[in-house]
């Protein structure tokens, strides 16, 4: 017989990987058809050298639609876990480098990306968005046992 908290948890970890995997879905989603565009925006945040930011750009959208999947079926969890939260705590300390350096950017988070007039920004909700998924992150890779995922019918 299974403790209700631990079905709780599982429910919790379910919660947390749909979130996380449905936002990094659509992420890439929206920008995987113009990978260009997707350039622009990570060299936008002026950390990168400008090629590799290109292909930094290049290949974001294809990596978050990958571990998205990945999350929403809850296979490799743990480690789809660690990837996606790396993911966003690698925007978190773009965007605060933007913030803090001075730029006025668009992050591109969900396409588009760029400059942007200064009361554009939305820095603060970015980072607020960007951290719930973070601790998101950490929950499943503290708890990757989830309700209804590919890990749980595949490796008991």
């Known amino acids: 017989?299974?403790?209700q908290?631990?079905?709780?948890?599982e429910l919790i970890g379910l919660?947390?990987?749909?979130?996380?995997g449905v936002v990094l879905v659509v992420a890439g989603g929206l920008k995987v058809t113009s990978p260009l565009v997707s350039a622009r925006a990570v060299r936008a945040f002026q950390i990168l050298p400008y090629?590799?930011?290109?292909?930094?750009?290049?290949?974001?959208?294809?990596?978050?639609?990958?571990?998205?999947?990945?999350?929403?079926?809850g296979l490799f969890t743990r480690l789809s876990a660690v990837?996606?939260?790396?993911l966003m705590l690698a925007f978190i300390i773009g965007i605060s480098s933007a913030w803090i350096r001075g730029l006025s950017i668009d992050?591109?988070?969900f396409g588009g990306g760029g400059a942007?007039?200064?009361?554009?920004?939305?820095?603060?909700?970015?980072?607020l968005r960007d951290a719930g998924l973070v601790a998101c992150a950490v929950w499943l890779v503290a708890r990757p046992r989830t309700a209804y995922s590919l890990d749980?019918?595949?490796f008991r």
Not at 62 to 71: C, K, P, R, S, W
Not at 119 to 125: G, L
């Open 51 to 73: 090629d590799l930011a290109g292909y930094v750009g290049y290949a974001l959208p294809v990596v978050e639609i990958l571990v998205g999947l990945l999350l929403v079926v």
């Open 83 to 86: 990837v996606g939260g790396l």
């Open 107 to 109: 992050c591109g988070c």
């Open 116 to 127: 942007v007039a200064a009361p554009q920004t939305k820095y603060v909700a970015d980072l």
């Open 5 to 9: 908290g631990g079905r709780t948890a």
């Open 1 to 3: 017989m299974r403790l």
């Open 152 to 154: 749980h019918r595949l």
């Open 15 to 20: 919660l947390a990987r749909l979130i996380l």
